[in-house]
């Protein structure tokens, strides 16, 4: 008793004077070290990024600077590094100092009793894609990950960005907070939030607006056939509809930053603000303008899922190296789900394309021979080396995390749904991992925690479910689960007869050549290669699209003489046709449905 006492004192008093000592460490450590980022562009036309980055009040004798490797949210190492030049540490009378490269992306400064740095270096910036950074005479957009260094000692401490746009260039669009009425001197809470918050500078269209509480900007760089009333209010759904599934939106201000280019580019998330790249002319047509919302809802959507709640496995991010997760399915499947769903849910999308949609990721699914050879669990583990890799191969030995994710999100929404008679849905799984997670816990999240709040809500044991589905690859019984809506999955292709050889090809300049072979079909079975030129079929020569007339001649079973060239040497191969294993699903209401399906069914689609 007394011992027990004496304990509780010893731990308080000890804890007290342990958390003293800390505050007094900590304040005479950090309070005086400051830290400015300047970011300039004076040649754009050069495509350098200059930066400089002034330290003071630092009191250690060395320093160690790095650049991140990858960007968080697209996950494969990219090297950053190599795109500097003419790094150069000074103190700040001007007098050069020492540094050595300690490996690809570190650099060692000597300051010995120097306490006031300054750094420079420059960045060739010339790769526009949504996770790099780039600058020409109309524009720079930059992401901080490939731009701005950082040394573990700082990365949790504030600091400030200048930026001195070029002279011709007026607007500039960030997430980052301005530090007073300027617009080009920023606060920045630490390195993780310069590092997650791209910007763009130039002469782009800035349109604002308000949608659940939160400004949102919407930049528009470059030209292109968008109403941009049209998307405003639409954005503006999305951004509502979101933040009903959480029950909040966590910012005050929101920045859609968007590319119009001459191709399509995707989309990356970050905590305030995203970036899309699109085709300029996607506005136009009804079906690639959807296209274009759903990559927006895909992208407001992680604002919750992976942004903030995230897997433990990226709690802090380590830029250094890949960080490991068997949780993508999740993190970007669950947000695939959804990206339609919302589109739906919000009346931007009618119930017919939204079935449609979610019968192609069904078809999808079941035409990758890889489903059969890799777990949804192992894609998401080794995304660094495959998803992000992916060759002539990959169709038959992996599964997309996005497109299985997606599949396995709309059975798992029917199931809870159906089993809590309409009571729960998936939002509710997500909302209160989102609470009992980031909001209470600001913690990570691992596969036990996601099995446990899925079973919850769903009511029933899902050991089966992830075994089978998740952690293998056994084939999915579809029907189970929309029957439970009142719905049946059809193939259009059931009835197809067509013989198929089992690859596909490109005509390059007239030249029919093989792109790629199916797994366990017959140019599997035969031999033919990728690469492989194609010549003629039984003796009669394949020159532009005679093949596919060819090849109506045939039936399943029937052998196929080939003739063909590899490396130059030409080859005979005989191939036996067989019944196309592709399928094209569509997704049908039941006649007369029984009254449980019927609110499945309205549930699932409804706000
Ligand atoms: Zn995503």
New binding site residues.
């Given amino acids: 008793m007394y011992s027990a006492l004496f304990m509780k004192r010893f731990h308080f008093w000890s804890l007290f004077l342990i958390i003293a000592i800390l505050c007094i460490a900590y304040t005479g450590t950090y309070a005086k070290v400051e830290v400015l980022y300047k970011l300039s562009m004076p040649e754009p036309q050069t495509h350098y990024l200059e930066v400089e980055i002034q330290l003071s009040g630092y009191d250690k004798q060395e320093l160690l600077l790095k650049m991140p490797v990858w960007a968080p949210g697209s996950y494969l190492i990219r090297e950053f590094p190599r795109h500097i030049e003419g790094f150069h540490v000074e103190t700040s009378t001007g007098k050069s100092l020492q540094f050595s490269k300690t490996n690809k992306n570190s650099w060692q400064i000597i300051n010995g009793r120097n306490s006031s740095l300054v750094i420079r270096y420059r960045v060739y910036a010339f790769d526009l894609t949504v996770r790099t950074s780039f600058v020409d005479e109309d524009f720079a957009f930059v992401n901080g990950s490939n731009v701005f260094m950082y040394a573990d000692y700082l990365r949790n401490l504030p600091a400030r960005l200048i930026i001195h746009p070029h002279k011709n260039w007026e607007k500039i669009s960030t997430g980052l907070q301005k530090e007073g009425e300027s617009s080009w001197i920023y606060k920045i809470q630490n390195y993780d939030e310069l590092a997650d918050s791209p910007i763009q500078i130039g002469n782009h269209e800035v349109f604002t607006f308000n949608a659940a509480g939160v400004e949102h900007e919407l930049a528009m760089v470059g030209p292109g056939n968008y109403n941009s009333r049209r998307i405003i209010s639409d954005l503006s759904q999305i951004a509502e509809v979101c933040t009903e599934i959480f029950g909040e939106n966590p910012n005050k201000r929101f920045v859609y930053i968007v590319h119009n280019l001459d191709r399509r580019g995707g989309g990356l998330?970050h905590m305030n603000s995203t970036v899309l790249q699109v085709d300029r002319w996607s506005y136009g047509p009804e079906n690639s303008y959807l296209n274009f919302l759903s990559l927006a809802a895909?992208?407001y959507f992680?604002l919750w899922l992976v942004k903030r709640l995230r897997p433990a496995a990226f709690i802090p991010y380590d830029y250094d190296q890949e960080q490991y997760t068997p949780l993508l399915w999740v993190m970007?499947g669950f947000?695939s789900y959804y990206d339609d769903l919302i589109l739906k849910r919000a009346g931007l999308m009618s119930e017919r394309e939204y079935l449609r949609r979610v019968a192609l990721n069904f078809s999808t699914l079941m035409n990758t021979p890889g489903r059969k050879v890799q777990s949804v669990a192992a894609s998401s583990f080794d995304t660094w080396i495959k998803f992000y890799r992916r060759d002539e191969n990959s169709n038959n030995s992996q599964v997309s995390y996005y497109n299985k994710g997606a599949v396995l999100a709309t059975l798992l929404d029917l199931e809870i749904i159906s089993n809590s008679m309409g009571k729960h849905r998936l939002n509710d799984v997500l909302k209160e991992m989102y609470q009992q997670f980031y909001k209470r816990k600001d913690a990570g999240i691992n596969e036990n925690d996601v099995k446990k709040y899925l079973e919850r809500y769903a009511g029933k044991d899902l050991g089966d479910f992830f075994e089978s589905y998740i952690y293998g690859t056994d084939e999915i019984d579809f029907e189970k689960y929309f029957e439970k809506a009142g719905l049946n999955l059809f193939d259009l292709n059931s009835e197809n007869k067509s013989a198929s050889l089992g690859f596909s090809f490109q005509y390059i300049s007239a030249n029919m050549v093989v792109r790629t072979v199916l797994r366990d079909g017959p140019a599997w079975k035969s031999g033919i290669n990728v690469d492989d030129e194609i010549l003629a079929i039984d003796g009669f020569r394949v020159r532009n699209d005679t093949f596919s007339k060819l090849m109506q001649n045939y039936k399943a079973g029937d052998e196929v003489k080939i003739l063909l060239s590899r490396s130059g040497i030409i080859h005979e191969i005989t191939c036996q046709a067989e019944k196309s294993t592709e399928v094209e699903y569509i997704l049908q209401k039941t006649a007369n449905p029984e009254k449980l399906p019927s609110l499945v069914f309205e549930k699932w689609l409804s706000r």
């Fill in positions: 998330e895909h992208e992680h970007e947000v």
